[in-house]
């Protein structure tokens, strides 16, 4: 009998922890992103020539990295386009891969180990919401996190769901979260917040149907929208929607930089 994530999971388990860009130019996104929300830039050689760009909040190597940013391989070039994704921690990547598959999502690259990182896998939803996950390596040296919502942090987690209740069922199974409560938005039906270990961590709503398929999307904090969608504008991105205020008193705005990876932008004011 599967045991469900509620059941077995640790404190961490089914917490997100690291957004990762693919990106067909890393050193333009690197600049954009670095003038829209403010993040130092730290390269990583990964051999052969690669290197992986940590993306932090503050100068040096003790400041905290909330992302990082890769090019995207070539055998995806064509077939994905330039994208965010998230990295979920979870306890066992072999055993919540596997969970995957029996409830109905799928793995898009099984599990192996980065050295000195963690294991980490690529899946998808039963809807195809692509996620990565990670049983992340002890590190004793890890920098302390910036105080919850300071610019520069990733501040909320989307999901465009195929179904919202099936999706919200198959999240709940697999990483333990929560309903914390459910907004109404008329037509587009429910906005369902979601919480991990009884903190909010993000919303699931049904995909809209300007969206192409189900994915998730984050939410980077600023000090202000209003003057980020100016540097979005100023650096070659665009802005598909804001800034727009939402429940709860923060202002949002949809965008995308000029490669075509999609983001958002939140502040507590506009």
Not at 233 to 260: F, Y
Request: proline fraction near 8%.
């Amino acid at each position: 009998m599967l045991q469900t994530a509620s059941e077995t999971g640790s404190e961490t388990h089914g917490r997100f922890i690291w957004c990762e860009l693919m990106t067909s130019d890393t050193q333009a996104a690197g600049r954009f992103y670095a003038s829209v929300v403010g993040w130092s830039l730290n390269a990583m050689p990964m051999g052969e020539g690669e290197v992986y760009h940590l993306f932090q909040i503050g100068e040096g190597d003790g400041c905290p990295g909330i992302g990082g940013m890769m090019t995207l391989p070539a055998e995806l070039a064509g077939h994905v386009p330039p994208n965010w994704t998230g990295y979920v921690a979870v306890d066992d990547v072999d055993r919540t891969a596997k969970d995957y598959k029996a409830n109905g999502g799928s793995v898009q690259r099984e599990p192996e180990d980065i050295p000195g990182v963690g294991r980490f896998a690529v899946v998808a939803d039963p809807h195809g919401a692509v996620l990565c996950i990670m049983t992340p390596s002890p590190m004793d040296d890890m920098p302390a996190p910036p105080p919850e919502g300071s610019p520069g942090t990733v501040g909320w987690h989307e999901l465009y769901a195929g179904d919202l209740e099936e999706a919200f069922g198959f999240y709940s199974r697999i990483f333990g979260w929560t309903k914390d409560s459910d907004f109404d938005m008329g037509e587009m039906g429910a906005y369902r917040l979601f919480a991990e270990h009884g903190k909010q961590a993000g919303g699931m709503m049904k995909r809209p149907e300007e969206i192409p398929m189900p994915c998730w999307v984050y939410y980077f904090n600023v000090e202000s929208v209003q003057a980020a969608i100016g540097r979005v504008r100023a650096g070659g991105g665009q802005v598909l929607n804001g800034p727009m205020e939402v429940p709860g008193g923060s202002w949002i705005a949809q965008c995308t930089d000029p490669q075509g990876a999609f983001f958002c932008l939140a502040s507590m004011q506009k």
